[in-house]
């Protein structure tokens, strides 16, 4: 398989960047230069990576947006990412310890070396080891949503995260695709536990133990990342939102804030907005807000769900359904199933079982088959109908 | 002549001089030793060649006549004994007499001294010559291009004996780099291998424990790691992320950078990883408050550390510390040829926070030691083989040379995973030893090491012959 390597160097102008093209001389496969953030993205989207070299004497956003979107949509391994940097800048040092990115180089020299990495290690290893092949393939399988595709990766991936924490932590996000939660919360302790000090294992486990409502765990975490870095959007943003779980509305909104300031333009902002608006009781006005809103993740599909199912036990199936299709278009692709069967529950307890019907059949389609909870719904909406019962 | 760059000070030259008296050239080898050469006095003809073909020298100088012969009748004896004709010649014409240099002009030597010898004059020809044939030796043969290296690495022997709730820790006859790289091969064959990243050493009665962090370890072996005994190394590492540390256990560090703001936001990193540290711009105030309270500190961190006068005042002011009080140093630098030691461990410029993290946590260790905590002694353990990516640059008298992505101390002592080499050299010695190594100028982790397979007693031009003839038997039958 054809392997390239995007070189990024969001300080330059396009004439600049076309010369790493040459540099990288041992490297035998496609070599890709961006200079922005927009044309970095649409690479690591598009083109099938095996590295990322940056190159930066000061952290910005838009290279925190880079290094993230390579390791959710590439490959999560933080030794594919190198840095080249001409000083020891905090900023830089500090952002990159967020990814846990380690390969740093000085301008002098650093083509031979990345050079002899990619070759020599990167390119055999994912030739050879079936868990880094593996590894480069979470990123497309959450993309798609393929549940049988997730099933599968996470299954092989078990043996892996007992000593490997990058597929910890890649079985983890497996497994909070499929919606088992306790089971990810798990992984990614064991990827903390075999990495102590590596921040995308602790943000991971933080973002389930807050859709488990077990915030008394990921506050201490997240303050004492907190304390090392605080320009970090991302667990702003996840502070925020365990606060906003407490009740302690007043912290999650100084987070907010903070995150705001950090990055104004980021979609996780306003995910992070409609959730407290939510625990503030402000629904109409974070539904407003939700229309503006699109992937989103967990935690405010969780909550969405939840407000949800309050409205459709009260008996108020219709302001229930507004909630899900909202909450539907805006959810991750791996999210909007079990959106589609709430709004099934939700027109079955309405006693309206076709259109209940219609929304089981959408899961099954979203989920890539029937699943034991589908099955059982799916049964008693049939048996209601069977008994008589119309829509 | 190799066809990469070869380290200019990883080969030791052994130089022959053959003279008439002994006294000409007590100066000469004086100042030739300062410049990594090794010189040995013959004072004839009979003499110099038994020495020639005993050791294989880089270079002779001989005298144009000698008691029991000429420079020529050596010349016309060596190139008759190939490689030795390999060797260059730099005739000395002592009297520039007529009869002299119609003699020494009848052969295609390498250099000519006129006169007595002049300490400068020969270092600058010897150096022309030695960038002729690569710095390296003359007898190197490149096996650089050559398809076997895929095959080639270096082994060391060793006994994984044992794990803190950090560290995973294995005795052996070496010391291992900061950043070293490799593979660590149990021989119990149900045990998986395990790959490493970084390392420290402890070191007790010529025996090496080398520490590996064990979030540095990749591989399915960890599971193995996990389950050797428990150790106790003292509390030299952080708590968990979800653990408080008491104060007691919080380490205090002493932060020296020029850069105020970069060193300020970086000692609130090491804050949050427990670690206490007390930023200062002034070396001044770093010697200060060692000699006040050096026993409380843990470990002293220097952004670069030059020799301007400051600098060097500081390095003086050291040496007045009582013995055995002064805590281990962590020096960030850019030079790549600096070495860790025990003492001092460098970081090489630039590096990620996780790097500078386990470098504190490997001074600690050697804090620990230095206070006398718990050492590991009489640990029996799982046997154990270091294998180290290498690539053989090329083959000459007394071994080759070898290049890692991380220093090889000299003095380690290994064996090589590949059996065509393996089988010949293993005639000359069980194991062969590192003698320099360097990093090369403008690359980062590539460093060369030059190895003796043979040292002491046993034929040079044997094993380079062996080695010469097995490697082409292998070329040709691949």
């Known amino acids: 398989m054809n392997r390239a390597c995007l070189c990024v160097n969001l300080d330059s102008n396009e004439e600049h960047i076309s010369d790493f093209k040459v540099e990288l001389t041992s490297f035998e496969g496609e070599i890709f230069a961006a200079h922005t953030k927009e044309r970095s993205l649409a690479y690591i989207e598009d083109k099938n990576l095996i590295a990322l070299i940056i190159f930066t004497n000061q952290w910005t956003q838009e290279i925190d947006s880079v290094l993230h979107s390579f390791q959710q949509a590439a490959n999560p391994n933080p030794e594919h990412i190198f840095v080249v940097s001409l000083e020891n800048d905090p900023s830089v040092m500090k952002g990159c310890f967020e990814y846990g990115v380690e390969q740093f180089f000085g301008a002098e020299g650093w083509q031979e070396s990345v050079s002899n990495i990619i070759t020599s290690e990167l390119l055999p290893t994912i030739e050879q080891d079936s868990v880094q092949l593996k590894l480069q393939q979470v990123g497309q399988a959450l993309k798609t949503a393929d549940q049988k595709e997730i099933g599968e990766l996470s299954k092989e991936l078990e043996e892996a995260s007992k000593y490997d924490y990058v597929a910890a932590i890649a079985r983890g996000k497996l497994l909070e695709a499929t919606g088992s939660y306790e089971d990810a919360e798990e992984s990614f302790k064991s990827g903390e536990k075999l990495n102590r000090t590596y921040v995308p294992a602790i943000q991971s486990l933080c973002e389930t133990l807050i859709v488990l409502g077990k915030t008394e765990e990921a506050i201490p975490r997240l303050e004492k990342l907190e304390k090392m870095n605080k320009n970090s959007f991302q667990r702003k943003v996840l502070l925020s939102q365990a606060h906003t779980k407490t009740g302690d509305l007043e912290k999650a909104k100084t987070y907010l804030s903070e995150a705001g300031l950090i990055a104004p333009d980021d979609p996780k902002l306003k995910e992070a907005e409609v959730a407290y608006l939510i625990s503030n009781n402000q629904i109409g006005e974070a539904m407003k807000k939700l229309d503006e809103t699109e992937n989103i993740g967990h935690y405010l599909a969780s909550k969405l769900n939840e407000i949800g199912v309050r409205f459709s036990q009260n008996n108020q199936s219709e302001k229930a359904l507004v909630i899900y299709q909202k909450a539907h278009r805006a959810v991750r692709k791996e999210l909007k199933h079990k959106i589609s069967l709430n709004a099934g529950i939700a027109c079955y307890r309405a006693k309206k079982y076709s259109e209940s019907m219609k929304f089981l059949q959408r899961s099954k389609a979203e989920y890539g088959s029937a699943y034991p909870k589908l099955i059982r719904v799916a049964n008693s909406v049939k048996k209601a109908m069977a008994e008589g019962g119309k829509s | ?478």
């Open chain 2, 1 to 478: 002549m190799s066809k990469v760059p070869i380290h200019p000070s990883i080969t030791k030259h052994l130089l022959v001089a053959i003279t008439q008296k002994r006294e000409r050239f007590l100066t000469l080898k004086a100042h030739l030793e300062k410049y990594n050469f090794s010189v040995a006095i013959c004072t004839d003809m009979y003499e110099g060649l038994a020495t020639i073909r005993q050791d294989m020298p880089h270079f002779i100088i001989t005298e144009s006549f000698l008691s029991d012969g000429s420079a020529t009748s050596l010349f016309d004896t060596l190139e008759k004994e190939p490689p030795l004709n390999r060797i260059p010649i730099i005739v000395q014409v002592l009297k520039k007499t007529r009869q002299e240099l119609e003699e020494v002009s009848k052969r295609k030597f390498s250099a000519f001294l006129l006169g007595a010898c002049e300490p400068g004059v020969v270092v600058n020809k010897l150096a022309e010559l030695l960038k002729s044939f690569g710095n390296a030796s003359p007898f190197f043969s490149s096996t650089y291009t050559l398809p076997f290296n895929k095959a080639f690495h270096v082994r060391v022997q060793s006994v994984a004996v044992g794990q803190t709730s950090e560290l995973f820790v294995c005795k052996s006859a070496v010391e291992i780099d900061l950043n070293a790289k490799m593979i660590i091969n149990p021989k119990d064959p149900d045990k998986k291998p395990i790959l490493i990243k970084s390392a420290s050493n402890m070191t007790k009665e010529d025996q090496h424990y080398n520490l590996f962090p064990k979030r540095t370890i990749q591989g399915p072996g960890r599971i193995w790691v996990e389950s050797l005994s428990e150790m106790n190394l003292g509390s030299a590492y952080p708590p968990a992320p979800n653990q408080v540390q008491s104060q007691e256990q919080q380490k205090q560090v002493i932060y020296y950078d020029k850069d105020r703001s970069r060193g300020e936001q970086i000692c609130e990193f090491l804050g949050a990883h427990d670690i206490v540290s007390t930023y200062t711009d002034n070396l001044k105030r770093v010697y200060s408050i060692l000699a006040q309270r050096a026993e409380d500190i843990d470990c002293v961190y220097l952004h670069e550390l030059g020799n301007t006068a400051n600098d060097i005042e500081f390095k003086n002011d050291l040496k007045k510390l009582k013995d055995g009080t002064r805590p281990p140093f962590l020096i960030a630098t850019a030079s790549m040829s600096a070495r860790s030691s025990a003492a001092f461990t460098f970081i090489r410029t630039p590096f990620g926070l996780n790097k500078m993290l386990q470098a504190f946590e490997m001074c600690f260790v050697n804090s620990l030691r230095s206070k006398n905590a718990a050492e590991p002694i009489n640990l029996v353990g799982e046997s154990a083989e270091y294998n180290i990516v290498a690539k053989l640059i090329g083959i000459d008298e007394i071994g080759g040379v070898l290049q890692t992505s991380f220093a090889l101390r000299p003095g380690t002592s290994f064996t090589v995973g590949f059996e065509v080499l393996q089988e010949v050299w293993s005639k000359y010695s069980e194991t062969f030893t590192i003698t320099g190594c360097m990093p090369l100028p403008k690359q980062e982790n590539v460093w060369q090491s030059r190895f003796e397979v043979i040292s002491g007693t046993g034929s040079r031009l044997k094993l380079w012959q062996a080695s010469s003839s097995q490697l082409e038997a292998y070329t040709k039958s691949l």
